[in-house]
Nanobody, 127 residues
Framework: QLQLVESGGGYVQPGGSLRLSCAVSEFTLYYVAIGWFRQAPGKEREGVSCISRSGSNSDYADSVKGRFTISRDVAKNTVYLQMNSLKPEDTAVYYC????????????????????WGQGTQVTVSS
């Protein structure tokens, strides 16, 4: 059974950086597209970034482009989200989600296709 475990959240000042990790079990990353999502208090969960099964393509929400970078280590079966130049509005619980298989190997699935959520990790950006 697919399991996702997030880690790496914490408290950081504006302008700081954090790196989140999403450890994937039971399935190789070549079979699983991974997306990072976040949910702030009182708001709906939103897609932040995703990486395709091939690892060759990624997508980003406009609000994080140029600041966040998604990557993966196939040997560790782990996907990372490097977050730089953090802003208070980045404060949220960050989740990783997955799409098993699917029609596209080379491109990210749509945000609404993701499921199998991890438990989430809190990111707080504040001075």
């Amino acid at each position: 059974q697919l399991q996702l475990v997030e880690s790496g959240g914490g408290y950081v000042q504006p302008g700081g950086s954090l790196r989140l990790s999403c450890a994937v079990s039971e399935f190789t990353l070549y079979y699983v597209a991974i997306g990072w999502f976040r949910q702030a208090p009182g708001k709906e969960r939103e897609g932040v970034s995703c990486i395709s099964r091939s690892g060759s393509n990624s997508d980003y929400a406009d609000s994080v482009k140029g600041r966040f970078t998604i990557s993966r280590d196939v040997a560790k079966n782990t996907v990372y989200l490097q977050m730089n130049s953090l802003k208070p509005e980045d404060t949220a619980v960050y989740y990783c989600g997955a799409v098993l298989g699917g029609a596209s190997y080379y491109y990210c699935p749509g945000w609404t296709e993701f499921g199998s959520w991890g438990q989430g990790t809190q990111v707080t950006v504040s001075s």
